[in-house]
Nanobody
C-alpha cells in the first residue's frame, strides 16, 4: 500500500511558477513509476507527466512540454513537478499517482494509487 500526499498548489499569475510535491509513504516507493495528472472543472482527468522508477525516463503531455519538469528523490520518497511559464489553461486540480510496474504511462488506468490532489489556479 502506498499513500500519496500532494502539496505546493496555489494561486499564481500567468507566466509565474509553482513547484508541486508528492510525498509517498511506504518502503517500496523507489520501485514505482510516478505520474502527475490534472483535472479542470467539467473536464476529464488528463495526463501531465510521468517518471519511471529510477528517474532515468520521463515523458510529458505536449501541452506542458518545455514548461514543466518532473523529477524524483527516492531517498525522500518524493516526486516533484516544477511548473514554469504557467498559463490560465493550466488551472486544475493536480494529482500524483503511483504505478507499481515501475515504467509509467500516459494512461491513468495503469496507476494503482492516487493522492487527494492540490489546486493550481493561474490568473490572467
Amino acid at each position: 500500500q502506498v499513500q500519496l500526499v500532494e502539496s505546493g498548489g496555489g494561486l499564481v499569475q500567468a507566466g509565474g511558477s509553482l513547484r508541486l510535491s508528492c510525498a509517498a509513504s511506504g518502503r517500496t516507493f523507489s520501485g514505482y513509476a510516478m505520474g502527475w495528472f490534472r483535472q479542470a472543472p467539467g473536464k476529464e482527468r488528463e495526463f501531465v507527466a510521468a517518471i519511471n522508477w529510477s528517474g532515468g525516463s520521463t515523458f510529458y503531455a505536449d501541452s506542458v512540454k518545455g514548461r514543466f519538469t518532473i523529477s524524483r528523490d527516492n531517498a525522500w520518497n518524493t516526486v516533484y513537478l516544477q511548473m514554469n511559464s504557467l498559463k490560465p489553461e493550466d488551472t486544475a486540480v493536480y494529482y500524483c499517482a503511483a504505478d507499481k510496474t515501475g515504467w509509467g504511462s500516459m494512461n491513468l488506468e495503469r496507476y494503482d494509487y492516487w493522492g487527494q490532489g492540490t489546486q493550481v489556479t493561474v490568473s490572467s
